[in-house]
């Protein structure tokens, strides 16, 4: 890369290729993004450019070269409440960086960092800053003799800001940081590099020399590795000059449009403003890729991650003052600015922004229900808003603290602030505990031993039998060298012909043998390309190296198969029927039944179920031969493969033709032609989220039992309704009018039991001055009754008058009901239902609320029903002998 980018204000696309480029003639392997889905099970998110070359740096895998060099989308939520406050905190980044695997090292590291920054990017060295381990005495001289740094511009670190380690042991060495110093004019003495406003840390170069073992101690590495990290987006502050990373073309076109959309002007807005449109501006690119790599909004682990980010997203456009849904709009931006650096932004936008509308409609319709409940506790005549609830507004319904405080106000109600913090320094703690480190030890976990497994061969595709040697025994979790009887197990093979759990379809049965051993399968799950096969030792002793046979169960595989082909033609038909943008998002294929969960936004209407399972039973009984070919991911796309929305493939796929009906990337097993299928029938469709449904169905086997037992049902029914099966539809209908004739009697004969029961109470009214107070217990009537007899009992005492019922509606219950009915003029003077009637509850271990005029509530202690009724008469009379005395 030559200099021509020097003094030049470079975008962030420019920046990005450069360093790339730069590495790229010397030697380095460009290496994509990896996803946000890490393969490693300890991180929840990608959340450090060299976390995809962990099993690298441990020897586990093979280096893809000796030097590489990528640009890696990141994410790190620990420290979210710093988005937008500070200038350079983010949720989403991307990490430049480049890497040696046991070949140059800090050297090499300096000297190539020294260049990129002067001579490629055109930073002065006034500018720039070194800070160096305090013991690193080698990179010091590097950069003093080498490079020919003003030792006053090196500054010294202790272990904690400038040595790098993955945890208490494992790889491990010094750092050795460039900052840039924005006001070089204060001079050198007494640099503080703590000072944000002065100074900022842009690239970070990691010399991994050392081992630390569970005493503490280090010793060299045989191959020394190079890890480093340059921050775009602080690079792009630096380049264009600007205040802040939000500021520069990688987020500001996103802030842009928000302002727009919200009417506002950037720059003239005032501090509190900026922070919820530049943290608009960073969420926006977290949520666009994450949902790209196959994340789903929910309330568990990434989905977590998600749903949270988008509604920070839709919380600060209403401080804004955007009503109406505007997500898309932003996020479209989004994919425009990067979309070429990663074209499955491109490839899933019609994904991206309906999982985004319909997330952002779920969670307005939250927000709907969270001014309800803050309206309730308003109202429930308590004056104090706990920390518990104020956090549940916070976190379950999206109410800044501030807001909260705002409407308490209003109605001379106070919060507990203490108590909210508290429970969101809980929250963070649980955030940070989800893991900001990468663990580079191989100790006592299953997960990591696998890695020590080279990929098992899977043969059964062709044969149910196979030939195999016992690489690996794991007993209880840890690798042991044998078995013996009874025992339960995971075996790894070198080759199996056993199907292990993946793509949704279940891991095949059977058994490993040989002469003098049987091992029982009852599972088989693939982890990295290893094959775990679960199962008991039946006969014989289960040893490290043994060469046995495997044997696959021949029914289960054939319904498994089955199941596998109709799951492909059910995608198809419903992209027939329904929409051609559906697509999956989960599945089971499972021995005795399918299960397939894809995007919708309406449920599948009956007709449309009826023409889905005529279509799909059409392809079957036209006997399609499958045509299954490997060939680059690449070239499938372009042929119309469909593949899973978020799923990992390698450069080379295996692809599923059912030719002129299906084309799927898939590593599954499947029937030779669809007749082996002989009937497909849907039984169940449902809605499982927002905008996801799920259709179970049966194929095979299954579907003629099901048929059966349907046909064993209706037989039943006959006999019981004793009418053939033709007239069973106008016999239910029959006895369902009949049915709904007793009910209404019957609820006929229960109002005018009621009515007899409070009609009597009106006589009982007592007077105060002009107002009628009734305060009585009448039992025997549901919540329904109990507030008709007290809206009743009201409006014909007049708007005067006071009513107050409580009641056991089913001594077997044992439950309390309250209603309380205030005249118009009764509210008028200031008394409020609401708040009477949870006094009245909680005598009787009970709550609720209501408006001003009616109000209703539920109790358990049944014994203290005459304290509660007393003491709300008590009440009343107090009240309204002070109102009269006014």
């Known amino acids: 890369m030559k200099s021509q980018l020097i003094n030049k204000i470079i975008t962030g696309d420019e920046i990005r290729k450069a360093f790339l480029n730069f590495y790229h003639e010397k030697s380095h392997k460009i290496i994509p993004s990896a996803s946000l889905i890490p393969d490693d099970p300890t991180v929840l998110l990608t959340i450090a450019g060299m976390l995809p070359f962990k099993p690298i740096f441990l020897g586990l895998k093979e280096r893809p070269s000796k030097r590489a060099t990528s640009s890696q989308k990141c994410i790190r939520t620990n420290d979210i409440e710093n988005v937008g406050v500070t200038a350079r905190h983010h949720t989403f980044f991307e990490m430049l960086g480049n890497f040696s695997f046991g070949d140059y090292f800090k050297q090499e590291a300096i000297e190539w960092a020294w260049e990129l920054v002067t001579k490629v990017y055109g930073l002065s060295e006034e500018n720039i800053i070194v800070s160096v381990f305090h013991e690193d005495d080698e990179s010091e001289e590097i950069w003093k003799e080498e490079i020919g740094i003003l030792p006053e511009r090196i500054i010294k670190l202790d272990e904690k800001d400038n040595f790098w380690s993955s945890g208490k042991t494992g790889p491990c060495g010094p750092c050795s940081e460039l900052y840039y110093d924005f006001n070089p004019e204060k001079g050198l003495q007494n640099i503080d590099l703590e000072d944000g406003n002065r100074f900022i840390e842009f690239y970070n170069l990691v010399f991994m020399q050392y081992n630390r073992d569970s005493d503490g101690k280090l010793s060299d590495l045989k191959y020394k590795n190079i890890d480093t990290g340059m921050g775009l987006e602080r690079m792009a502050q630096i380049l264009q000059k600007k205040k802040n990373n939000y500021e520069t073309d990688l987020i500001f076109p996103i802030i842009k449009r928000a302002s727009e959309i919200s009417n506002i002007d950037y720059f003239s807005a005032d501090e509190r403003t900026k922070i919820s449109l530049k943290i608009i501006g960073d969420h926006t690119r977290a949520v666009i890729h994450l949902i790209s790599d196959g994340v789903v909004a929910s309330n568990l682990g990434r989905g977590y991650v998600l749903r949270r980010l988008i509604r920070r997203m839709v919380r600060h456009g209403r401080l804004l003052g955007i009503k109406n849904q505007f997500l898309s709009e932003i996020a479209k931006i989004g994919i425009k600015l990067m979309q070429e650096d990663y074209q499955d932004l491109k490839n899933n936008i019609d994904s991206i922004l309906t999982e985004i509308k319909i997330e952002e409609v779920r969670f307005r319709e939250t927000l709907d229900r969270g001014e309800k409940l803050l309206d309730e506790l308003v109202s429930s005549g308590e004056k104090l808003i706990t920390g518990y609830k104020a956090f549940e507004l916070y976190d379950t319904f999206g109410f800044p603290l501030e807001l909260t405080e705002e409407i308490a106000k209003e109605n001379n109600i106070g919060v507990d602030v203490k108590g909210f913090e508290k429970e969101m320094n809980a929250q963070k703690e649980r955030a940070k505990a989800a893991s900001n480190n990468i663990d580079l030890t191989l100790k006592g976990s299953l997960e990591r031993e696998i890695d020590l497994f080279n990929k098992t ?139 397939f969960d894809f995007n919708s936004s309406q449920p599948i209407s009956k007709d449309q179920i009826s023409k889905v399972e005529t279509l799909v039973n059409s392809w079957i009984m036209e006997n399609y031969f499958l045509v299954t070919k490997n060939m680059a991911k690449s070239e499938a796309l372009e042929k119309g493969a469909v593949a899973m929305f978020g799923e990992k493939y390698d450069d080379e796929v295996r692809v599923v033709d059912v030719p002129g009906v299906s084309m799927e990337l898939c590593g599954g097993t499947h029937v030779k032609s669809t007749s082996e299928l002989g009937c497909f029938k849907i039984i169940s469709e449902e809605g499982i989220s927002a905008g996801v449904r799920r259709i179970e169905a049966l194929s095979g086997q299954s579907a003629f039992d099901y048929f059966t037992d349907r046909n064993s049902l209706v037989n039943e029914l006959s006999d019981l309704l004793k009418a053939n099966p033709n007239q069973l539809f106008d016999r239910v209908n029959y006895l369902q009018s009949e049915l709904i004739n007793k009910n209404r009697e019957i609820q006929k004969m229960k109002d005018e039991i009621a009515y007899y029961k409070y009609s009597s109470l009106i006589s009982s009214a007592e007077k105060v001055s002009s107002f009628s107070i009734l305060v009585s217990q009448i039992d025997g009537l549901d919540g329904n009754s109990l507030q008709s007899a007290a809206l009743n009992l009201t409006s014909k005492l007049g708007d005067k008058s006071l009513v107050i019922l409580g009641g056991i509606p089913n001594p077997e219950n044992k439950k309390l009901l309250f209603v309380v009915s205030f005249g118009d003029f009764i509210v008028k003077i200031g008394f409020h239902a609401g708040k009477l009637i949870n006094d009245i509850a909680k005598i009787c271990s009970g709550g609720g609320g209501g408006k001003p005029n009616f109000a209703q509530a539920g109790a358990k202690d049944i014994d203290k029903l005459n304290l509660a009724l007393e003491y709300a008469k008590n009440d009343l009379f107090k009240k309204l002998k002070s109102y009269s005395d006014k």
Do not use: P, W
Request: hydrophobic share 40%; net charge positive.
């Open 457 to 595: 061969v899977f043969t059964g595709y062709d044969s149910l039998y196979s030939e195999a040697e016992i690489k690996g025994i794991f007993l209880e979790s840890n690798l042991v060298q044998e078995a013996i009887e009874g025992q339960k197990i995971l075996i790894v093979l070198d080759q199996t012909s056993f199907y292990g759990e993946s793509g949704g379809q279940v891991g095949d049965i059977g058994t490993i043998f040989s002469t003098d051993l049987e091992v029982i399968i009852d599972n088989v799950v693939r982890k990295k390309n290893v094959f775990l096969h679960y199962g008991v030792v039946k006969k014989g002793i289960v040893t490290c190296g043994k060469k046995v046979q495997t044997k696959v169960n021949a029914s289960n595989r054939a319904k498994a198969a089955a199941n596998h082909t109709a799951t492909h033609l059910l995608q198809a038909a419903l992209k027939t029927v329904v929409n051609k943008s559906v697509g999956q998002k989960g599945s089971l294929v499972a021995f005795n039944k399918l299960r």
